[in-house]
């Protein structure tokens, strides 16, 4: 576990990333970015072939611009629409968040992206490889410029808390579906809920925002108008947990009546065929 200060001075227990996981990630995000740059330049070279006359500067000139957009923003682009995952990341559990625990924005995330031809590509990851690995959190360059940090959201489940559920929710929340919920966004409520009173009023308010708009698509039907930012999270993080114990009473009571049927049987005999 390592420990990550917000700007309040609260500190947040995160598990980073192991580099194995993040070398594979990378594998993974080079491979598509690759399939993906190789299919765009084929068919811009066939259509400027068939449209006009192109010669042979500017087609190469085309052609390094489409291979920087693919390489650069296309990665930036993926990472702030995914508050900081990419296909590598959501297949290993990963996730980029600033050093104060925070979700990535675009300067993060085009500072990251601009790196990433020069400690991948050019060096085959060499560089990258060296700076995880002399990195107590195996950050590359990338994250100590932009200021970030990889985690891995599959760590050992947040500890329990209270929640409270305000009253103008309960009618909604009794028939909202939350199953969909993913278990790393869970993770990283439960510990806003845990720290928000520690936070300071602007910063608790834009984190309860960011995790709210992250956390709406996976629910539905959507909370009331005029609901409250961390109501919405503490009140989806009680069903969740009311689901859970739900489904382990349910459990309980087959496993009670299953027992219950085997203590009726006649003396001698057994459930096992032979």
Not at 91 to 117: M, N, Q
Not at 194 to 219: C, D, F, H, K
Not at 222 to 228: K, Q, R, V
Not at 242 to 262: H, I, M, N, S, Y
């Amino acid at each position: 576990m390592s420990t990550l200060v917000t700007s309040e001075a609260v500190e947040l227990n995160v598990q980073p990333a192991a580099l194995a996981a993040r070398a594979l990630s990378c594998l993974i995000d080079y491979i598509v970015y690759s399939l993906v740059n190789i299919g765009l330049l084929i068919a811009t070279f066939w259509l400027l072939l068939a449209a006009l006359d192109v010669n042979g500067l500017l087609l190469a000139s085309i052609m390094t611009i489409m291979t920087v957009s693919v390489f650069v923003l296309l990665p930036m682009l993926v990472e702030v629409l995914s508050h900081g995952r990419s296909l590598g990341k959501l297949i290993l559990g990963l996730r980029i968040v600033r050093d104060d625990g925070g979700a990535v924005r675009l300067r993060h995330s085009f500072i990251r992206a601009l790196l990433w031809p020069f400690e991948i590509l050019s060096t085959g990851g060499g560089i990258a490889a060296l700076s995880g690995l002399v990195s107590p959190q195996a950050k590359r360059l990338g994250d100590y410029l932009a200021g970030t940090v990889a985690v891995s959201e599959r760590s050992a489940p947040p500890p329990p808390m209270h929640t409270h559920v305000a009253p103008q929710l309960q009618a909604w929340l009794a028939r909202t579906d939350v199953s969909a919920v993913p278990a790393g966004l869970h993770r990283r409520i439960v510990q806003f809920l845990a720290m928000a009173p520690q936070l300071g009023n602007e910063s608790r308010w834009q984190r309860a925002i960011e995790l709210a708009t992250e956390l709406n698509p996976y629910v539905a039907p959507a909370p009331p108008e005029g609901t409250f930012p961390e109501q919405f999270l503490s009140a989806v993080i009680h069903r969740i947990r009311a689901a859970e114990v739900d489904t382990l009473r349910q459990r309980a009571a087959r496993a009670e009546k299953f027992r219950a049927g085997v203590d009726t049987l006649p003396h001698g005999l057994s459930l096992h065929r032979r």
